[in-house]
């Protein structure tokens, strides 16, 4: 009776796997497959690398590659200058309104890609407000397009998450570890490089490989902000959509140099991380002490400033949208103008992205149980192939796996493009 | 260099909530000093007051003739030993040793002699270069030993450093630590609540509760000459039975239950005077004897046999409970049901007054009364 049971259990699991299985054949491992086929065969079937020499043979497109990398690392490391410094004031001493900082911190990293670009571009451009501000004082800002653009938009953008992850990892730091340091004759900014870094550098190291890989896949701040500045997934989208009906080939093989580059880097973190791996408990967590004096006022500063300047956008995109317009211009004063246009004219697109994002979370929530049910109750070699597959999108540049599902699914009978599963 | 510590009317709070009210203690050069207590009785708040974690809200604290009171917790020269270890994960054992070293400027080879040194002394040379997730439990203790006293400090500081290991390797790392602390001679503060624990290796024990020292003592006095009730029965296992004393013709009598009568010539002079009182007869002092022997009479509950003792759950005739340990006999073990007369060993138990605060009997010594003049 019990063993009737059990392998009847055990049939709707495997049941389970194969359909996980057949989901992942059709929609990454094919559209993947497919891809790599479009880059290196041509429409008459010869094979051919033309994509890659076509790609490395202009300074253009290797350009954007160093530009990419660039932008990525500066924005990375960026991140990790402010997040971590800002996670450990906030775990080890009481700032003044920290819940509020927390919130505004929350908010920042869910913000719109775009919307800090246009923002910033809005407050700091060649006509921005503060610009204008600070010109009439006297004070040249210099130009905020191009890389220092991108930077400072992807650096405040990204660096919540460092300071999310972060903070989990000084609630795992053991307060008697600090303190059996601070007892040694090891205190202050040393501890904090020698001891507190190296505790929480497994959770750096991962902290940073999602930051790069959001900065390396993010195109809408680099097509705003970046104008003369070409990053990786602007030359993707241009070689893919680009008005002149755009080469198929040519797209495939950029997306394909774009996976083998992020998957480059997910090798190296893994690689470093690997050399990082130590288990920790904590049986008294960090308690928060008030600091007093200059440093008090250092680290309330300090916290403020970054989070104020991180929350910027956010303000001005709420100011704005209380003002009065007329046409596509901003005019004086105040007015609901723009909500009522937004409930009227938008009427389909709000909903949509309600319904999009509901749908979407729900079948991601019902798939990472079984899926990480699979794996660690179930191991055996078909999991084991799910899991990696599960990895895969993690490392791939969302707009590659565009490309890749509509090169795929654009006949009939799977026709995806201006449908709800369009990316 | 070792010191001695002092403290005098130590205050510790937590808002309005008083955790130590006043505390003073002396503790000597190259002495194992022991805080020993229930959960909660202040005495890991204290001991951190002197390693400089706890702010001190009132008193003072020398080391030797320095106040050390407003002193960085980095200058007080204190090696610690906590209680999960606290060794940190991301260094090998000999990092960890050396780390404290590598703070105070010193030359290469004196860190790296040092190192050698502490590592030997506490046995753990063959893993210099392993990761501390790989060691055992009590290697890792070996680790935060070293480490703490690598560093050469003032004082030693142990905050219940064996409570998160198995009972043999507990009592395997107690002589450890006593063997070290002899060798070095360092003065060294000890927090448990283990009461054998701090027994086998303490020189003197503070008995704790509720944020004041009940007792202190060597191990002897505390067990054989308790100050209170509380010590009684928070150090080893004790009878308590509601008595009263009688005195005629100048003796002092205790009455048994059963209106037993027995004369003890170890009341205090003063104390001899009709009142009521708590005894407390530990299993030990008292004994069977033979049947029909004048005695008090008792029945047994149970018996257990632990090898070298053997274990007897008794009731007098008034009800009341209690428990003996008899050396174990080659004949048989005392059938439940049975009458037995029992004998008291009169030279070693204790009496208390009707409140347990005070002990009527002569030969308690309790350091702490030096104190009570001085409040």
Redesign the interface.
Known sequence: MMKALHSQKNDVWRLVSILILALYAVILVYPLARLLKVAVVTPDGQFTFDGFKAFFGQRYYVRSITNSLKVSVAATVASLALGVPLAYFYQMYELKGKSLLQVLIILCSMSAPFIGAYAWIVLMGRGGIFTKLLSGIGIQVGSIYGFKGILLVLTLQLFPLVFLYTCGALKNIDNSLLEASINMGRSGTKMFLTVVIPLCMPTIIAASLLVFMRAFADFGTPLLIGEGYKTFPVIIYDAYFAETGGNRMFGATVSIIGIIITAGIFLIQNWFSGRHRFTMNALHTIERKQAHGIKNVAINVYSWFVVCLAFMPQVYVIYSSFQKTSGKLFVQGYSLDSYRFAFTHLKKAIPNTFKIGITALSIMVVLAILIAYLVVRRSNIANKVIDTLSMVPYIIPGSVVGIALVLSFSRRPFLLTGTVASW | MSVDIRIRNAVKRYGDNTIIPDLSLDIKEGEFFTLLGPSGCGKTTLLRMI?G?NTIEGGDFFFNDVRINDMD??KRN???V???Y?I???LTVEKNVA??LK??NLPKEEIAAKTDQFLHLVKIEEYRTR???RLSGGQQQRVALA?ALA?TPDVLLMDEPLSNLDAKLRVEMRTVIKEIQNEIGITTVYVTHDQEEAMAVSDRIAVMNEGDIQQIGIPKALYQRPANLFVASFIGRTNLITSHLEIADGTAYICLPGAYKIPLDTIKKEERKPQDVILSIRPEELYVRPFAEEGVAAYVDDAIFLGLNTHYFIHFENGEKAEIIQESQIDSIIEKGTKISLGVKTDKINVFDAEGKRNLVEGVVNDLDVYSGAQ
Do not use: D, K, S, T
């Open positions: 390693a974690f917790p980095v204190i090696g610690m906590f209680q999960n606290a940190f994960p991301h780390f404290g703070n105070r990761m501390p997730e480490r560093i």
